[in-house]
T-cell receptor
Framework: EAGVVQSPRYKIIEKKQPVAFWCNPISGHNTLYWYLQNLGQGPELLIRYENEEAVDDSQLPKDRFSAERLKGVDSTLKIQPAELGDSAVYLC????????????FGPGTRLTVL | AQSVTQLDSHVSVSEGTPVLLRCNYSSSYSPSLFWYVQHPNKGLQLLLKYTSAATLVKGINGFEAEFKKSETSFHLTKPSAHMSDAAEYFCVVSEEDTGRRALTFGSGTRLQVQP
């Protein structure tokens, strides 16, 4: 069974440019999460989807970040425009259901903003 | 509100010696607690989880953790470290009675294993 797939694995852009990350969760997993992981810290939730509905986006900086999961399967996270402080690893995770269900993480996308 | 404190940012042990990674949590409700491991350039992997059943939880690769409510602790242990255990370890708490059901991660403990 394939795990959570993320692309690209690495991205280098200049500040003020847009960038997008893609995530394909494990087949059958209804819940999808996007996390931000700064260097030397634990991941922090940005947004959680139940199928195609964003049910928790309280930590998503909506002035520059957006996300979508149109068909309730794969998802895209976008930053426009990117700032220097956005350099981090962006993790995607999925679970069969919210709550006690184990979250399975992808390898992440490492973003560097110059 | 829930929070997690990992008491050591770095732990170094010799191969074959015991491992102890310390974690304290704060939670308003009965929490679920997890330990995840992150190897370089790989995704986070669940080691074990506590969900109000047995207080001593056994996980993969010989790791185990004990939930101590009186001490609000969930320390991770392993009797004998292996070189392959070198990684970043995260203690995680999740509350089920709040609207936000995602995981709250600690800041991580980097485990080094010396030959």
């Amino acid at each position: 069974e394939a795990g959570v797939v993320q692309s690209p694995r690495y991205k280098i852009i200049e500040k003020k440019q847009p960038v997008a990350f893609w995530c394909n969760p494990i087949s059958g997993h209804n819940t999808l999460y996007w996390y931000l992981q700064n260097l030397g810290q634990g991941p922090e939730l940005l947004i959680r989807y139940e199928n195609e509905e964003a049910v928790d986006d309280s930590q998503l900086p909506k002035d520059r970040f957006s996300a979508e999961r149109l068909k309730g399967v794969d998802s895209t996270l976008k930053i426009q425009p990117a700032e220097l402080g956005d350099s981090a690893v962006y993790l995607c995770a999925s679970s069969y259901r919210t709550g006690l269900g184990e979250q399975f993480f992808g390898p992440g996308t490492r973003l560097t903003v110059l | 509100a829930q929070s997690v404190t990992q008491l050591d940012s770095h732990v170094s042990v010799s191969e074959g010696t015991p491992v102890l990674l310390r974690c304290n949590y704060s939670s308003s409700y009965s929490p679920s607690l997890f330990w995840y491991v992150q190897h370089p350039n790989k995704g986070l992997q669940l080691l074990l989880k506590y969900t109000s059943a047995a207080t001593l939880v056994k996980g993969i690769n010989g790791f185990e953790a004990e939930f101590k409510k009186s001490e609000t602790s969930f320390h991770l242990t392993k009797p004998s470290a292996h070189m392959s255990d070198a990684a970043e370890y995260f203690c995680v708490v999740s509350e089920e009675d709040t609207g936000r059901r995602a995981l709250t991660f600690g800041s991580g403990t980097r485990l080094q294993v010396q030959p």
